[in-house]
């Protein structure tokens, strides 16, 4: 069965130390996976997407098929990165999301 | 210029009450959605219209109906509610049917329903 795994319910860090969100799938087809992110009192929104290799904000993902992996970095992070970030796989038209994880940078 | 809308943004009602939330779309998108976050807040799809036309319908009680009336409006009915139907529903859009990681999708706010 299609499944998206975030084992991290809650992440915090200290502003300017690097940052790696875990996202794993269960997907016996070729994956295109996402990151959305929702910031305090904002709507759910697209960060990056897979297939257009981009570093967004600072953040990059990279497919790791090897090992079922699409793990969310930034090498510094920022206090207002603070938000809940959802990983999530397009599957037969729709969107798979993982239970996400909420990312708290300290000053 | 609200991209996705979703009214109301506060529903509180009694159990076995009907009620409906209603999302718009002024993008222009064929797709909407509607999902479910629970108290843990993981995001669930509920369904999803093309068009119009229903092409997703998870595994989800009759009690719930979604009704499209055109491309750019999507409400959601709950029939008889349920303690366990208290969340935020989101609502979304898309330009078009998901299809090979190239659509993005547009959430509306989220409606937040308790159920007493």
């Known amino acids: 069965a299609q499944r998206v795994t975030q084992p991290e319910k809650l992440l915090s860090v200290f502003k300017g130390a690097p940052v790696e969100l875990k996202c794993n799938y269960s997907y016996s087809g070729s994956p295109e996976l996402f990151w959305y992110v929702q910031y305090s009192r904002q709507r759910l929104q697209l960060l990056l997407r897979h297939i257009s290799r981009e570093s967004i904000k600072g953040f990059t993902a990279d497919l790791n098929k090897g090992e079922t992996s699409f793990h969310l970095k930034k090498p510094f992070a920022q206090e207002e990165d603070s938000a809940m970030y959802y990983c999530a796989l397009e599957y037969g038209n729709k969107l798979v999301f993982g239970a996400g994880t909420i990312l708290r940078v300290k000053s | 210029d609200t991209a996705v809308s979703q009214t109301p943004k506060y529903l509180v009602t009694q159990m076995g009450n009907d009620k409906s939330i209603k999302c718009e779309q002024n993008l222009g998108h064929d797709t909407m959605y509607w999902y479910k976050q629970d108290s843990k807040k993981f995001l669930k799809i509920m369904f999803s219209?093309?068009?119009?036309?229903?092409?997703i319908n998870e595994t989800v009680p009759n009690r719930f109906s979604p009704k499209s009336p055109d491309k750019a409006h999507l409400n959601l009915h709950i029939n008889s509610l349920e303690l366990g139907d208290s969340a935020v529903y989101f609502c979304?859009?898309?330009?078009?049917?998901?299809?090979?990681?190239?659509?993005?999708?547009?959430f509306g706010p989220g409606t937040r329903l308790t159920v007493l």
């Open positions: 979304a859009s898309s330009l078009l049917a998901l299809r090979e990681g190239r659509n993005e999708q547009f």
């Open positions: 219209y093309n068009n119009k036309e229903l092409i």
